[in-house]
């Protein structure tokens, strides 16, 4: 699944590539998926999203929204997959949940795994959907500081565990299980550890911790198992994740661990994450 960091990379691309071209005919998927999420029949989406241009494409946490003007926005969110823009005479592929092909004969596809929202909105409605509408402050933000996330922790209205601040209820959008894992082990934390019995150096630890991953992952464009918009995959390689389990931790050599909790998999050195 897409994190932020991905979203970050998509989009900035897209701003790049796509930018003003206009739409000569937009489709909804041709193999249907029921975690795929639609808001418009498939000849509505045709007929709004024709003679559309592509405006600017922004991020907010694990959402992507791509002006379509005038008037509309594109929304794709918690989403993975592959996310392409190809050029004139590429091949199709077979399968595909979105499709804009442009009048230079160019075409951008989503083909979505898992689940995924893509829909198509009045410009402005989009802030009204569920999870963007009371979405947080998200960690490439100015105002996610130090006294936010000390504000934000001391504020949760129930236990968490180091792991579910960083993936559960949309608390820190944007992250995700993957990128928890590496943000847990420079942190020095187990993900089931209490939040409420972190002290304030552990917690500045974590929110230090958080921003050098995200950023890293950011300006590396992505993780190595996720594609950007020409199909080129991130160039961040985790330092925890299912490669490193039953291997020795890069740092003490104690043999990494794999466990199942908060619905999946999570990577962690007993020794230095305790």
Known sequence: MFELPECITLVGQINQTMKSKVIKKGMLGNSPHKFVWYN?????????TKGKKIGKAETRGRWMFIALNPGYVLVIGE??????????????????????TFGDDSF??????????????????????QYIKDMRTTPIDDAFTFKY???????????????????????IPGLGNA??????????????????????????KLYNAIKKVVNEVIKKGG????????NN???????????????????CGTTVKKIQYLGGACYFCPHCQH
């Open 40 to 48: 418009r029949k498939h000849a509505e989406f045709e007929k709004l």
């Open 79 to 100: 989403c993975g997959g592959r996310v392409l823009y190809q050029e004139a005479g590429s091949p199709v592929p077979k399968k595909y949940h979105l499709y804009l």
């Open 108 to 129: 951008f596809t989503v083909t979505t795994q898992m689940w995924g929202a893509m829909e198509l909105y009045k410009k402005g409605d989009e802030r009204k959907r």
């Open 149 to 171: 996330f000390i504000k934000l922790v001391a504020n949760l209205t129930e236990r968490k565990s180091a792991k579910g601040l960083l993936t559960q209820d949309q608390l």
């Open 179 to 204: 990128i928890a894992q590496d943000i847990l082990f420079i942190a020095r934390l187990d993900p089931r550890h209490p939040v409420e019995d972190l002290d304030t150096s552990q917690l500045r």
């Open 223 to 230: 993780r190595y198992d996720e594609y950007d918009l020409h």
């Open 233 to 251: 995959p991130g160039k961040y390689i985790r330092k925890m994740d299912k490669n490193r389990a039953g291997h020795p931790c890069p740092v």
